[in-house]
């Protein structure tokens, strides 16, 4: 009995200390947010975001592939990848020095001009071709609320405040960064009944804005749904003939509804059949994915 009075204490603090080192085990990394991170941080940079480099993420260990033109080059590379939730790199990169040897000597006279001018004309080609990006239908952008969304106030059609929360790439190149404003529009709003049905907002994403330009939006809808009215009402309202007045009520539409609100009111437990229901709120800062049903192009300066 004392042996067991002794090391009681001993095993509680063990398991005190077990449950609060699997309570701060840290949440697995997010593998997308990893590449748009790093990618974002290649296309700022003058020199990497023309190069060849391909960024993969799988479950917080990030490989680099491609190729770049100096060592330099693929040490830089390496440490714009080390982003928050990264556990390792793996550089793959190749260091391939562009080949001057094979570049044609410059033509003298008439002949040069005209090199040179369809040299400047295919550069302006190239730079046309190359000021826009689209997203793919199918991906994901997700958004921050700034304005707060309550289904007993707001009304569908009305346009709401967002912001961009993670920048968006396509390729090595930006297309949308953190923070670009954004509009969601309420599609439908409902608030639940006395009795039965559920509070629901039906939310989209409309537009967002790149760089002073404001682009349409075709997405997926997120909904937001409160629970169920019905199956609480007739527990909280009680037992006896009062849970079947609701049950009937339930049952009987409009006229079995009077009835069993006149049931639970008379037994004094009619608080719930008083009371409007449950509401969806969306508050502000509030993170929101939405998919896009179509592909989106934006312009992207080099």
Known sequence: MRQLRRTLPILCA?????????SQTPPAPDDN??????QSKLYQDATLRTRNVQVDSQQGVVT??????SDAEKSLAEQYAQVP???????????????????????????GETRQAGSMAGTAAERRTSTTATIPAGHVIT??????????VNRAGQTFAA?????????????????AD???????????????????????????TVHGKTYEVRSGDYQA????????????IGGGAAVGGIIGALAGGRKGAAIGAGVGAGAGTGYQVLSKGSNVKIPSETKIDFKLAAPLTVAVGL
């Open 14 to 22: 063990v398991l005190a200390i077990t449950a609060c080192n699997r």
């Open 33 to 38: 947010a990893i590449k748009t991170a790093i």
């Open 64 to 69: 680099l592939t491609g190729t770049v033109n």
């Open 85 to 111: 939730g990264v556990k390792q790199v793996v550089d793959q990169l190749s260091v391939m020095p562009p080949d001057r040897s094979q570049a044609p000597p410059p033509a003298a006279g008439t002949q």
């Open 143 to 152: 958004v921050r609320m700034i304005d707060g969304i309550d289904s007993s």
């Open 163 to 179: 912001s961009v929360a993670a920048p968006v790439a396509v390729g090595n190149r930006l297309v949308i960064p953190e923070g």
């Open 182 to 208: 954004a509009r969601v529009r309420l599609v439908s709003a409902s608030s639940s009944g006395k009795f039965r049905g559920r509070a629901e907002l039906q939310l989209e994403l409309v537009s967002i």
């Open 225 to 236: 749904r409160g629970a169920s009215r019905g199956k609480r009402s007739a527990v909280a």
